[in-house]
């Protein structure tokens, strides 16, 4: 029957041809459009926090093509698949349209096995990741057999058959955010606007994903038993659940419910608001769901403006699920049951807390590196006078126990066989305090904090602090220098 009609350029008579079915969806005045409303079209529900409003056929160029793609979004709409994942079949299906017209594939009968391999060749010679590819495959097989369970177009999916396991993720990939940056980001989350600063607080202190936390209700603190619980609709089940959080992290979500009350007078229900920066630099609630990408930008911004750095000093990039991550290494690393994490953070398979489980295994072994690191110690006059590099990991751990005095930063070297200390709490004028390249940030820092003391001191005239403040001032730098000098 397929001679009856061009299927290139006819294929809704092709389509009705083969299967009378076909009619009442080719009926549908969407298909005459390209551009459709997910909301007003679709009647699909949008997440308020990632506001996905269209879907766009345009970039498919065979017309088979965009009108079977049409009808498989239009079958799955009715299905009520989420408009993320409708979206990200289109990608890969557009994906796909472009290989086809760089292939000069013109017609459905050249889609063959052959032709497949020549498409994996595309995807692997575009350097994507192996999950990537393996979504390719998935969406490709469902659009066929859907095709073919709907008598549109017969094309054997058996290719895909073992190429459309679930890959799971690589351990190493997993992304928590270090100690070094959770301090950094203390140091600075003031620079904040007040409602980002809680929510931060609230996501680093329950681990609930980025939806979760921009819709939760304005009503969501409930009280059993003399303890708080958060409640919240989840995001990937759309169940209501409950965490249960301590009583700091109740105080701050009060103190965000009294902010949004007084902003807008009851009449926004959520407990978070999105916000405007006008041209003064103010920031401005507004009554509507934030976007998940405004979250991350706003911390980012302050990463960049106040230089949160990893180790190695590169510019640490805020992603909101890190969090998430975080609170379920820093459980695992805790020891907390399984059952328990998989419970918190509500993982439908407990496969998840072995990913973690590697990161703890990560977190031991930088540890360790960082325990049998050679280490150059300087005194107070700025000479190296120990190089230590320990043998293994008890006899260190054992050293470290020696002394009896432990200081922000430095180790005192003095005997515990001696006589009591007679400098105690003037650490930085003894002798036996001894300070290594670990605690070069930390001096560097107090440096700058006696330097702005300094001159407070100066201005005012307060003669007697500024000759502590002086002596302080030299101390430091010699340690500095010394240090610096013998890196």
Not at 17 to 37: F, G, I, M, Y
Not at 392 to 398: A, K
Not at 446 to 455: A, S
Request: with cysteine; proline share 3%; aromatic share 10%.
């Amino acid at each position: 029957m397929s001679v009856l009609f061009d299927w290139n350029h006819e294929p809704n008579k092709w389509l009705i041809a083969q299967n009378v079915e076909a009619k009442k969806l080719l009926s549908n005045p969407l298909l005459q459009k390209d551009v459709w409303r997910t909301i007003e079209d679709l009647g699909l529900e949008v997440n308020r926090h990632n506001r996905n409003l269209t879907i766009n056929f345009e970039s498919i160029k065979q017309d088979w093509l965009k009108l079977l793609t049409k009808l498989y979004v239009l079958i799955r709409s009715q299905h009520k698949l989420s408009v993320d994942c409708i979206r990200q079949h289109l990608v890969y299906l557009k994906k796909f349209s472009y290989f086809l017209e760089t292939q000069f594939v013109s017609n459905q009968n050249q889609i063959n096995n052959h032709l497949f391999d020549e498409f994996e060749y595309h995807l692997k010679c575009s350097r994507l990741s192996l999950s990537y590819i393996q979504r390719h495959y998935v969406t490709l097989k469902s659009f066929f057999d859907l095709c073919r369970q709907e008598k549109w177009l017969e094309i054997d999916t058996y290719w895909f058959h073992g190429r459309c396991q679930r890959i799971k993720p690589n351990n190493n990939q997993i992304e928590y955010i270090p100690e070094e940056i959770w301090q950094q980001l203390d140091e600075n989350i003031h620079y904040l606007p007040e409602p980002i600063q809680r929510m931060v607080l609230v996501i680093r202190g329950t681990g609930l994903r980025i939806g979760e936390l921009l819709n939760l209700p304005f009503d969501c603190l409930r009280k059993r038993n003399n303890k708080w619980r958060l409640r919240f609709l989840t995001e990937k089940y759309q169940v209501n659940d409950e965490l249960p959080i301590c009583r700091e992290l109740t105080a701050v979500i009060k103190e965000q419910q009294k902010y949004i009350k007084n902003q807008f007078k009851g009449e926004y229900k959520n407990l978070f608001s999105s916000h405007e920066i006008r041209n003064n630099g103010k920031y401005v609630p507004t009554p509507r769901v934030m976007n998940r990408n405004t979250f991350n930008n706003q911390l980012n911004k302050l990463a960049t403006k106040y230089s949160i750095c990893t180790k190695e000093g590169k510019i640490w990039k805020f992603r909101s699920h890190q969090f998430r991550k975080t609170v379920a290494t820093i459980m695992t690393n805790a020891g907390v049951r399984d059952l328990i994490i998989q419970k918190y953070l509500r993982h439908r398979s407990p496969d998840m807390q072995n990913y973690y489980k590697h990161l703890l295994k990560q977190v031991i072994g930088d540890e360790y590196q960082e325990l049998m690191k050679e280490t150059k110690y300087v005194d107070s006059t700025g000479k190296i006078v120990a190089i230590h590099k320990p043998n293994n990991p008890i006899t260190e751990l054992m050293r470290r126990k020696m002394y009896q005095i432990t200081t922000q930063y430095g180790e005192c070297h003095r005997s515990v066989l001696k006589s009591p200390c007679q400098t105690v709490n003037a650490c930085w004028r003894c002798e036996h305090w001894l300070t290594s390249s670990n605690d070069l940030d930390a001096l560097k820092g107090d440096l700058q904090r006696v330097e702005v003391e300094l001159k407070i001191a100066e201005n005012v005239g307060m003669v007697r602090q500024q000759k502590g403040l002086v002596s302080d001032k030299q101390n430091l730098v010699i340690r500095i220098q010394g240090l610096e000098t013998n890196q």
